[in-house]
């Protein structure tokens, strides 16, 4: 399964109220770029301290945020290359803080599995974002067109962690209370979901780095055979 470009589109428009809303208080589309990647670092540092659902919760709120600069540059005719550049830039350092501050929470909590389960999962992360720069920096499937590719893509991988961490704060207890997990043990569903959910990630991204890197191979070879043609 993968998500269409007709499909981002869409779902950019219903969030088009709302980014022009934030436009009409004084925010910019690089300022709203910063907001989001804020609320991004604070559920990252809420991990860390292994506040699970609540740091979920934020994670998943930051993601949301970051669909409002976007729209709010094409809504107000304020599309530039520096405001893509600073977006994907953004988006990338916020996934990364996101799973640093998960493996920080996973190794003080005690989860070895986890942490090298948060690893992996955010090297996929960060691979499935590399084919896409590479190859479009190398003239492949130019504008959006790679971001359709895969079965895992940055939103994919937002709602499945997003849930995974929700889950297991839902589902873990503290050692002392027996009250939703904030911070302390969880319970073995707990850990099995979180674990689930990164290993999911990680799986699937890799399977999206493959599909990536076959998608360029094919447009590479059907590149060449045209140039065949031209000169024969």
Not at 43 to 72: I, K, N, P, S
Not at 199 to 218: D, F, K, N, P
Request: aromatic content about 6%; proline content about 3%; charged content about 10%.
């Amino acid at each position: 399964m993968t998500i269409s470009n007709d499909s981002r589109a869409r779902i950019k428009r219903a969030f088009e109220p709302i980014a022009l809303g934030l436009g009409r208080l004084g925010l910019t589309p690089d300022g709203l770029t910063l907001v989001g990647f804020g609320i991004t670092v604070v559920g990252a540092v809420l991990l860390g301290a292994q506040l699970w659902l609540l740091g979920g919760l934020v994670v998943f709120c930051g993601g949301v945020f970051d669909m409002f600069d976007g729209t709010l540059a094409r809504a107000t005719g304020k599309v530039s290359v520096l405001g893509a550049f600073m977006d994907s830039v953004f988006d990338r350092f916020g996934e990364a803080v996101v799973y640093v501050g998960l493996i920080a929470g996973l190794q003080a909590a005690g989860w070895a599995a986890g942490v090298v389960l948060a690893a992996a999962a955010m090297a996929a992360a960060f691979m499935v974002s590399y084919t896409r720069s590479k190859s479009e920096g190398l003239g492949f499937t130019a504008g959006t067109g790679m971001a359709a590719i895969g079965v895992m893509p940055r939103e994919v991988r937002l709602v499945i962690l997003s849930l995974g961490l929700v889950l297991a704060g839902v589902l873990g207890t503290t050692a002392t209370t027996g009250s939703p997990s904030v911070a302390g043990v969880p319970t073995p569903t707990g850990i099995v979901v979180l674990e689930g959910a990164l290993a999911i990630i990680a799986i699937g991204a890799t399977i999206t780095v493959i599909q990536r890197i076959l998608h360029v191979r094919s447009q590479a070879r059907q590149s060449a055979n045209q140039e065949v043609r031209r000169t024969t």
